[in-house]
């Protein structure tokens, strides 16, 4: 049996961080991990000693890895049960800033906290499967276009536009800027509307254009279609609260911005990520699939 190479080994967080952002999900990025490191191993001797940046390979395997993902889950979202929305995160771990490659023009740079966002991650899920590999790759890890290429199957100069496209997408969606600090506030007030069940307040710090997207993956029920408009939202949420008052709410950070986690019982039943724009609401991600909520779920 081959031992693991301690130096590779210390290439996994950055491979995990890349291909979370690229598939949205956990659980498949660290199996694109699993199996780029298979097939590292499985190579002879020779063929990974003539590999001069066994990283540089790895990174590359793993791309295109996630850019096949990337095609065959368009026709399984396909046939998902209602709105599909990527694996929420709990607090950060190590992997999660891991550090990026390279260099890439200042103007065209995205920081690793900005690209863990809900928010972000939901445009990056509206790119096709080569605008989110060109894009994540040069302006989140900062590969140039050349190496991106290599991954992507074409040319850099068509990489560069590809990784364009997805910007201006990005661009467009981006709400202004607001720290932490104002959006866990604006999240407490919710929280606290939701619990004294106030439908007034609840109103009043959503925007009245809100949007509520759920995701039960046809495993438990959530509204298949998202809710819209600030009195729809705030009604929906009293109904939750009529329908299941045993719910607790609790204040966490969802890929690292605050958020809420509704528990029963002990167990997590639903994480909720939010969009905040100066002091309203403009858009809130439910997750209720208990297939993406196996981070918030305390071992027993």
């Given at each position: ?8 080994i ?7 961080s890349?291909?979370y ?8 990025a660290e199996d694109v991990?699993?199996?780029?490191y298979?097939r ?11 590999i001069e ?10 791309g295109?890895i996630?850019l096949d993902l990337?095609?065959s889950a368009?026709?399984?979202r ?14 950060r ?5 891991a ?15 900005e690209?863990?966002?809900?928010a ?5 899920e ?8 060109a894009?994540?790759?040069h ?8 190496e991106?290429?290599e ?7 068509a990489?560069r536009q ?11 969606a981006?709400?202004?800027e ?13 929280k ?47 109904e939750i609260t ?12 969802v ?14 039943v ?16 439910a ?6 909520l ?7």
């Amino acid at each position: 049996m081959t031992t693991p190479d301690p130096s590779l080994i210390g290439e996994r967080r950055q491979l995990i961080s890349l291909a979370y952002r690229l598939l949205g999900s956990l659980a498949d990025a660290e199996d694109v991990v699993q199996e780029t490191y298979a097939r590292w191993y499985a190579m002879p001797d020779e063929e990974r000693q003539a590999i001069e940046v066994p990283a540089a390979w790895l990174t590359k395997v793993a791309g295109r890895i996630c850019l096949d993902l990337l095609g065959s889950a368009r026709a399984r979202r396909e046939r998902y049960v209602g709105e599909w929305i990527p694996e929420p995160l709990p607090e950060r771990t190590d992997w999660i800033t891991a550090g990026s490659a390279g260099s890439a023009d200042p103007a065209d740079r995205v920081t690793l906290d900005e690209s863990l966002s809900m928010a972000f991650l939901v445009v990056v899920e509206s790119m096709t499967p080569a605008e989110r590999v060109a894009f994540i790759l040069h302006d989140v890890f900062r590969y140039p276009f050349a190496e991106v290429a290599e991954i992507v199957g074409r040319t850099p100069a068509a990489c560069r536009q590809l990784a364009s496209s997805a910007r201006r997408r990005i661009t467009a969606a981006q709400p202004p800027e607001t720290t932490n600090a104002r959006r866990a506030g604006v999240v407490r007030t919710f929280k606290r509307a939701w619990e004294s069940q106030d439908i007034a307040a609840l109103i009043g710090i959503l925007d009245p254009a809100a949007t509520l997207t759920a995701d039960g993956g046809g495993l438990v029920p959530a509204v298949l279609e998202p809710i819209r408009g600030a009195a729809a939202i705030a009604r929906y949420a009293l109904e939750i609260t009529e329908m299941i008052p045993a719910l607790s709410l609790t204040e966490r950070m969802v890929n690292g911005r605050p958020g809420l986690v509704t528990e029963r019982e002990g167990r997590t039943v639903a994480v909720m990520a939010f969009e905040v724009a100066g002091d309203r609401i403009t858009n809130i991600w439910a997750v209720r699939n208990p297939h993406k909520l196996r981070a918030w779920t305390p071992a027993t």
